[in-house]
């Protein structure tokens, strides 16, 4: 499985502050293995966890760590471990993946909460989430935990899945309206000669 989302670009970040602060390039990848990007869904009856697992992500960065990307979920990759309510999302009363084949994310900017890159313990990633078609901004703070060799990042947010067009419910088994979404990015340093 290969991740990419906002883990490849704050990679970039740490790059370039390592080149700043080392005086060599340093990058790291993203180990798609230990990484994932999840969902729990609660309902009256049940707590539904699920994934995406295919995604892809192009971005940039420029001066004074300008970054900006974008992130592409493919909708019919949803995985909850259950084929029938995996189908049912991939429908039109949930994703509808048949008209909306992909989700997006694009990022406009990447803040550390420290001007000294390697010392930031939390990056606050904002930009537009687009599902079904209706976009809406928002803000995720992730945390870093780990040493210049290996480096995760990690952070929740919830979305409203209405304002996404999403507003089917079940009369016997009503679905929250807030959905959590669950990041875990691992990257691994490599030396590039």
């Not at 993203?30 to 707590?47: L, N, P, T």
């Not at 004074?64 to 991939?90: F, W």
């Not at 606050?124 to 990042?153: C, F, H, P, W």
């Amino acid at each position: 499985m290969r991740i990419y989302l906002t883990g490849l670009v704050l990679a970039c970040v740490l790059a370039l502050a390592a080149a700043h602060a080392a005086g060599k390039t340093v990058w790291y990848e993203i180990d798609g293995d230990a990484s994932q990007i999840a969902f729990v869904a609660q309902s009256r009856v049940i707590k539904a966890h699920g994934l995406f697992r295919k995604w892809d992500f192009k971005g940039k960065i420029s001066g004074n760590y300008h970054v900006v990307g974008d992130l592409a979920i493919e909708c019919a990759s949803i995985d909850t471990d259950n084929e029938r309510r995996d189908n049912h999302l991939r429908g039109p009363d949930f994703f509808d993946c048949t008209a909306f084949p992909q989700h997006t994310f694009r990022v406009r900017s990447v803040k550390p909460d420290n001007a000294n890159l390697q010392k930031a313990s939390r990056f606050a990633v904002e930009g537009d989430l687009t599902i079904r078609g209706k976009s809406k901004g928002l803000e995720i703070s992730l945390l870093r935990e780990g040493n210049e060799q290996r480096t995760t990042l990690t952070g929740s947010i919830f979305i409203d899945r209405e304002e996404f067009g999403i507003t089917y419910n079940s009369a016997l088994n009503p679905i929250e309206k807030n959905v959590r979404i669950d990041l875990r990015l691992v990257l691994n340093r490599r030396t590039r000669g």
